[in-house]
């Protein structure tokens, strides 16, 4: 396979991947404290809320209740930070930074997913084992856990990236993916078992990333079912692919600052023509 243009003129793909991802973990080195405890915060508060009613309902609803909390951290830590990163980086003028560098769009989107799905362990962690001795649920973890935790990251972080280079402004950003993560954690059988739910939340939980997340966690955490497990597996990369995909297309780049700066020289010259 022939070189790109990209390392042609400077480093490899992976090297870009590396740097960039470095650089994502130092800007946020002061604050991941604070970015596990707010992480966290709402999963448990919804574990000790919806857990009240789980237990008189058996074991099935703690295990809903267990694994949708999880998901919601995995939302919060990922899609949310994504979409306010990207956001500020779209604002502060980083991406026409990073495009006017040998760098590959592709390259700073996964070195961003993978440095915010790193920050996100803690917070995922400690939502998991606090409700797993909260609710009474004992874990089994599956030989499949670790994929379906990745898979479970990448369709709400490709949403979270999505939503920030779209937005234009940081509050736009944390507003949107705000509401985004609320919805999908109301919509289906995320939290709660669907024989509790409205058959049009059940319904449209079909279409619902979130939903395929708790299950795949579901079925590889607390109830372990390989085949299940695939299937939401299978489904969660589909989404994953097709929000990547999209975002890649969608997100300005070079295309877009290079016509900015034509235009802008265009002008230089028809002023300077205007002058005596």
Known sequence: ????HDE????GFAQQVWDLFRIQLTNWRWSWPQMVLTGMLAPLVSIAALGLFARNSGHAATEYVLTGSVTMAILFETQNRIASNFAFMRGNGAFEYYAALPVR???LILATLAAFSLLSLPAVAVTLLLGSALLDVPLTFSPLAPLCLLLALLPSAGLGAFIGSRSATIEQASSLS??????MIATGP???PPELLPDALVW?????PAVYAADSLRHSLTSPADLRALADMAVLAAFAVAIWGLTSTRMHWRARY???AAGHNQQSLITKGRKP
């Open 1 to 4: 396979m022939s070189a790109t």
């Open 8 to 11: 042609k003129l400077g480093l």
């Open 105 to 107: 769009r592709e390259a």
């Open 178 to 183: 705000l509401a985004t993560t609320l919805l």
């Open 190 to 192: 995320v939290a709660v």
């Open 204 to 208: 449209i939980g079909h279409i619902n």
């Open 258 to 260: 290079g016509r900015r």
